[in-house]
């Protein structure tokens, strides 16, 4: 190893050992996950009846009431480049005018958009007209421009959260200041509070920070909330070392190494330092205007009172064999609530002695937990709900992304095809032990259940290594829980015509 790789290792806080994991990692691969079966409504995903809903919401609301502290956690990393991605062939294309149909979609709503105002005016800076008079004159790519380069709009460059996406009497808002009216609506405590926590790209850290200093007190008040808005960024101790084709490390044209951001599951580090009895986790750019927050606001509190109602189980039974004061028909409760209330089936339980059946079950309830919404499987790309195999021969609930199954296996791709839900990333996570202990999350991390993807730098193909995700390989040993949510509730933004959609408008 050269002394500069050494200086850069200890720079990133990685250390040689880990280095030759991730080298390790390349030439092994990673196994395919053994499924036993697609969640459904008949195989692992709650769909609670009217009362149970009411009993939900009560305890949610109860909860709070007492002050415990609740965090509202929202990945909002990266620049949103993949958004404008057909603007930005449009505006290098041979042509002039629109003519894919998301070209002339685009130009036809864009009136509708909330940030057209602002479009406007950085069209007068730029060429001394407003859009109108450019479109009269052909000028479509001008006006694309104006929206994707940094003397305009900067959309190009910019993270979603600090886009503005929705139109108000008083103004436009950003994914942020959504998110924010959000918590103030189902993360704030008794006395008031509402913790919101936010990751960020270095780069963009100073402009979250100054979008909250003119915006957070005017929907505190408004929320009669008090807003304590932190960041982070990923810690580059959880970035991965590049590799060549014959999975040596590749380097940079200047000899250096070349680590690369190893996915969101790097993120389950910034979720590790989070304070917090119960954190939200939800993705930056799923939100919609107050006229539809009902649906998301009911849901989030349902989601977490069923919960904090599974913890409070879950603490007394641990306290129970903390006491070693137990009888065998308390026993088969504890393992009936694993069964069949955390999802966590073991087929050799039959077989255990009292003592080992004790041990087995303060395992399963002493680890984090976490309550995912899941949505009706309407073809949106993404992760699935599934009951599977764990390392320890227990099957349960697990998030999967399509490159942990075994495509070529007709079963288990018709599986992944023909699943009733997927996950939207609608989570609500407890993430301290009945004593009022942190878990220590990295713990947690399936670690073979990260994969291997494609790039290109400088003209050279990589391979890249992607660490187990935040809500699949990185909560794997969680006791995990699904519920349906309706589809209201899931309104991601993934193209700037997504923003035309009637539930931005």
């Not at 007068?124 to 008079?133: A, P, Q, R, T």
Request: hydrophobic residues 40%; charged residues 25%.
């Amino acid at each position: 190893m050269l002394e500069n790789d050494k200086a850069l290792l200890a720079k990133k806080g990685i250390s040689e050992e880990k280095l030759a994991d991730q080298l390790k990692q390349f030439a092994a691969g990673f196994p395919f996950l053994k499924l036993s079966a697609a969640a459904s409504i008949e195989k692992g995903i709650l769909a609670p009846s009217a009362e149970e809903q009411a009993q939900l919401l009560a305890a949610w609301d109860k909860y709070v009431a007492e002050n415990h502290k609740v965090v509202k956690f929202v990945p909002a990393s990266g620049a949103a480049s993949r958004m404008f991605k057909d603007v930005f062939s449009f505006v290098d294309a041979a042509y002039d005018a629109p003519e894919s149909a998301f070209e002339k979609k685009f130009f036809d709503e864009l009136p509708t958009a909330a940030f057209y105002a602002d479009l406007d005016a950085a069209c007068v800076k730029l060429y001394g007209k407003d859009i109108k008079e450019l479109l009269a004159e052909g000028q479509y790519k001008a006006v694309a421009k104006a929206m994707l380069v940094e003397e305009g709009l900067n959309y190009g460059k910019l993270p979603k959260g600090l886009l503005k996406f929705h139109k108000y009497a008083d103004g436009s808002r950003t994914p942020l200041e959504e998110h924010l009216v959000e918590g103030a609506l189902y993360a704030k405590a008794g006395d008031g509070n509402v913790n919101v926590h936010f990751t960020v790209s270095p780069e963009h850290r100073a402009l979250f920070e100054k979008l909250v200093a003119e915006k957070a007190q005017g929907y505190a008040a408004q929320h009669e909330a008090t807003f304590d808005i932190s960041f982070s960024e990923q810690k580059s101790s959880t970035d991965t070392v590049a590799a060549n084709a014959d999975n040596t490390p590749f380097r940079n044209a200047d000899g250096s190494l070349l680590f690369r951001p190893g996915g969101h599951g790097a993120l389950i580090e910034n979720l590790n330092d989070i304070d917090g009895d119960i954190v939200f986790i939800k993705n930056i750019d799923n939100v919609v205007p107050d006229r539809l927050k009902g649906d998301t606001v009911t849901y989030k509190k349902l989601l977490a009172g069923l919960l904090v109602d599974l913890q409070k189980q879950a603490f007394a039974y641990l306290e129970k064999l903390d006491s070693g004061k137990y009888t065998m028909e308390e026993l088969r409760e504890m393992l009936q609530f694993v069964q069949k209330r955390l999802f966590c089936k073991n087929p050799e339980t039959k077989v255990l002695e009292d003592t080992e059946l004790a041990i087995y079950l303060r395992q399963k309830l002493n680890r984090p937990m976490r309550v995912c919404g899941m949505v009706r499987n309407v073809g949106e790309p993404g992760g699935g709900p599934f009951l599977a195999y764990n390392p320890d021969g227990t099957i349960s609930l697990q998030i999967l992304e399509s490159s942990q199954i075994d495509m070529a296996d007709p079963e288990k791709k018709a599986m992944f095809e023909k699943g009733t839900h997927f996950n939207p990333v609608d989570l609500v996570c407890a993430i301290k032990n009945y004593k009022g202990e942190k878990f220590d999350l990295p713990k947690y991390v399936d670690k073979a259940t990260g994969f291997i993807s494609s790039k290109s730098k400088d003209g050279k193909e990589l391979k890249a290594l992607e660490l187990p995700g935040l809500w699949n390989g990185a909560m794997s040993d969680w006791s995990t829980v699904f519920v349906e949510v309706p589809l209201s509730t899931f309104n991601p933004v993934k193209t700037v015509n997504d923003l035309y959609r009637e539930q931005h408008q």
